[in-house]
């Protein structure tokens, strides 16, 4: 329960400290796993100090023990080693200090440790973080290589040397970080983060030369594992040798065997680019000589056609029937206007011969009544009845004599 203080009424430091203790007694005895950072067994003592330490965060808790407690682990355990420990929370008064006291201590086995990165392999694969669709591809050139390696280690000198021995060009930007121990993941996961918010960095290698299933543990921890997964630009892991493979493996946009693979992987050789770019123009020179042959061989293909040999050849043919089909279509022409001359001329003739002034022209007459009606029968006209005859050369007016 929350206490009533105030400043008038405040509680003294001791007082505090055995309201804190209190709380903390009511905790139990509780197991603990952690990694043995610092441990202290000074000879004579009946009591041995370590420190257990988180190996995912920088959180660590004082924890001691009796001398016949950790002399059953005692030579399988030690610095950097991953236990077990059943401890019953204790808080010394005096100095405000938390502890552990172990009633037991047991070493983490690496085939616990193994199964336990089973399962945890098993709950990234679930939420997708090793699938195949979020790998990113690796730039063709990067200007600027980050690395994350210890410091003055194998690791760091193969992969300097092999990708400046490819491409001498290249940049890198280099964070030495502890690769094992209790100090491994969470220098790791800071230098993977600020490489990956450098903008100039075009891809991340981290690498480590190997070793045990314990030194390698680092690398398969789920923050550094989600940490990578964050990233936006490609990681590269190159951790150990061909055998070994932690969960970084799994997440990493690309799984180099080894640092030396990973410079190989990721930096170009400048000879096989120089060769290829050769290959290359070669190949376009071949083409292009192909492409002119054929083109000149058409060229030759078609000057040598007779059209092109004697261009006026189809124009002079051409002349010689066009004059051909005007004379005929002269003569024709003259025919049909001859013949329709004659035709006209029969026509006009008969016309003459059958119109009524060639009658007329004969000593022929045509009578005619006033009202210009002609008569053709006597019955027609009656006694003294004047008509009008019309003859060839004019007309007059009789009257009918009876």
Known sequence: MALSTSPETPLPVGEVSRLIGGWIERLGAVWVEGQIT??????????????????????????????????TIADVVGEGARVVVHAKPEWYAPRGQLSLRAAEIRPVGVGE?????EQLKKTLAAEGLFAAERKKPLPFLPQLVGLVCGRASAAERDVLENARH????????????A????????????AVKELDA???????????GGGSVEDLLPFSDEQLVRAVASCRTPVVSAIGHEPDTPLLDYVA????????????????????????VRQLRDRARRCVRSLVEREE???????ARPCMEDPHRMIDEREDHIASVLDRGRRTLRHLLDRADSELTHTHARVVALSPAATLRRG?????????????????????EALRARVAEGEFTVRVDT
């Open 364 to 384: 022929y007459a045509v009578l005619q009544k006033a009202d210009g009606h002609v008569v053709r029968d006597p019955g027609e006209v009656t006694a003294d």
């Open 253 to 276: 946009d690309l799984r180099a065997s080894t640092p030396t693979d990973a410079a190989k992987r990721v930096v170009p050789d400048v000879g096989e680019e120089y060769e290829r």
């Open 166 to 177: 490819r491409w001498p060009a290249v940049r890198f930007e280099v964070r030495n970080v």
């Open 113 to 117: 440790l193994l199964a336990r990165l």
């Open 38 to 71: 610092q441990l202290s067994r000074r000879p004579g003592a009946g009591v041995v100090f370590l420190t257990l330490r988180d190996p995912s965060y920088d959180i660590s808790v004082s924890v001691t023990c009796y001398r016949q407690v950790f002399d």
């Open 297 to 303: 061989r058409g060229l030759a293909h078609a000057l």
């Open 198 to 208: 450098t903008d100039d960095v075009d891809v991340i290698i981290v690498a480590r």
């Open 179 to 190: 690769v094992q121990g209790v100090h491994a993941v969470p220098q790791v996961v800071q």
